[in-house]
């Protein structure tokens, strides 16, 4: 704590704020720097990811983790932490780019949204193993933080190794002008010879891909009205997911349960158990995700965030003041429904719907406004179900070279966009 003087006083004062307890920017500064870098790095990672390959990138990706890794485990001063931070949220960048990509080109289109999801799945595995970390080394006085945030170089080493042993997708190669070997790569990967249908597709598609691309640029593609609906659900849909203020309570987990009064040890295993909760739910997503459908996930979760968010902030509201913490019952009835919570986000928005403009400033969010940062949260929630409910239409099923027919033309906002559409120019879109 010698980098957080001030946080480390605060927490000690008998009459501090509790929802102010951990109010400061540096401490902002360290968590946010890596979502930041994240941000930055994801505009260039797609063009990286064209030009280097879905394979280099990845190995980029495990490159920079390491070396932030090695600088957090190893740093001296706050600058050195941040400069750590900033590394691995480069590689979150690429990592995000790089890999569901890849997995999105090797997967058959019957399974492609499950396989999509053991990315996410992953994702909460880490976070679940980082909190059993951080709980275990907690009790080393001096350099349990050094094992916490040095331990994230072991799976960028296993990452390192493994984008060593792949090879690139068949997509990759046929861009490439390799379509024998993207032949070959794709016999390998279905374990059969009789390929020849998506072998005709994915070449089909790269040599239409290329020749829109050499017509016009695909940055100004997106200016295109055809180009609309997709282009504002993929961004519409990135900004809700943050706003449901999962990333502020998964990241600062036992702050909020020191917040709410418990003992440091017993704040990281309360969130241990969300991380498990997060893990066990994203296994849900994997199963029903092709049988439910994306639209019915997400609809059924906002409804269960906001209930669950509704009633943490009035229990909150009641029970937390600024000096006192609420009782123990009440304490554990807030970790219960903040797993409920968690387990609505991780079978919909989690793996369905990345970086957190709200996380970055949670804890002065909290300190301003107490009890009703869940009430804010609550809000933006029904406002996501809306936008499911009326603009988001059902992709279950349907392969990609047929959405402009079975999905935008046939939905009641979106078709006016492509009704004096030309099909040779859309049918990449």
Not at 77 to 101: E, H, K, T, Y
Not at 142 to 155: E, F, Q, T
Not at 321 to 338: E, F, Q, T
Request: hydrophobic share 50%.
């Amino acid at each position: 704590m010698d980098d957080f003087p001030a946080v480390y006083a605060r927490k000690h004062r008998a009459k501090e704020n509790n929802y102010c307890k951990f109010d400061d920017q540096r401490l902002q500064l360290f968590t946010s720097s890596l979502y930041l870098a994240a941000l930055a790095t994801s505009f260039g990672a797609s063009m990286v990811c064209t030009r280097f390959g879905r394979k280099r990138t990845m190995q980029a990706t495990s490159v920079f983790f390491l070396i932030g890794a090695g600088l957090c485990a190893g740093a001296v001063n706050i600058v050195m932490l941040i400069i750590g931070r900033i590394s691995l949220g480069v590689g979150v960048g690429f990592g995000n780019q790089a890999a569901p990509l890849f997995l999105s080109e090797i997967t058959p289109a019957h399974i492609r949204g499950a396989l999509n999801i053991l990315f996410q799945l992953n994702v909460t595995i880490g976070i679940l193993v980082a909190n059993v970390v951080n709980y275990y080394t907690s009790n080393i006085h001096s350099a349990g933080w050094r094992y916490s945030l040095g331990g994230a170089g072991v799976p960028a080493a296993v990452l390192f190794l493994g984008s060593l042993i792949i090879t690139e997708t068949p997509t990759r190669l046929v861009e490439r002008g390799h379509c024998e070997a993207g032949r070959a790569m794709l016999e390998r990967i279905r374990s059969t010879k009789e390929v020849d249908d998506e072998f005709d597709e994915i070449k089909s598609a790269c040599e239409a891909a290329a020749a829109l691309c050499a017509e016009e640029k695909p940055f100004r593609r997106l200016r295109r009205r055809e180009s609309r609906p997709p282009l504002v659900i993929a961004i519409v849909m990135q900004i809700f997911q943050q706003f449901t203020g999962i990333n502020a309570i998964m990241f600062y987990a036992p702050v909020l349960f020191q917040t709410m009064g418990f003992e440091s040890n017993a704040s990281l295993l309360s969130a241990v158990v969300i991380g498990g909760v997060n893990v066990v739910s994203t296994l849900v997503s994997i199963i029903f995700v092709d049988k439910i459908g994306r639209r019915k996930l997400l609809l059924e979760a906002c409804v269960q965030m906001l209930i669950a968010q509704v009633t943490v902030g009035g229990i909150m509201w009641v029970h937390v003041k600024a000096n006192n913490s609420p009782s123990h019952p009440w304490a554990l009835a807030i970790v219960v429904l903040i797993c409920v919570y968690v387990s609505s986000f991780a079978w919909s928005w989690g793996p369905l719907g990345w970086l957190d403009p709200v996380g970055d400033a949670f804890l002065s969010m909290m300190c301003t406004m107490k009890a009703f940062i869940f009430f804010f949260f609550a809000i933006c929630i029904v406002i996501m179900g809306v936008f499911v409910l009326t603009l988001l239409p059902e992709t279950k099923g349907v392969p990609i070279d047929e959405m402009v027919d079975r999905v935008w033309r046939r939905h009641w906002f979106w078709k006016r966009y492509f009704s004096d559409a030309d099909d040779a120019k859309i049918s990449n879109c």
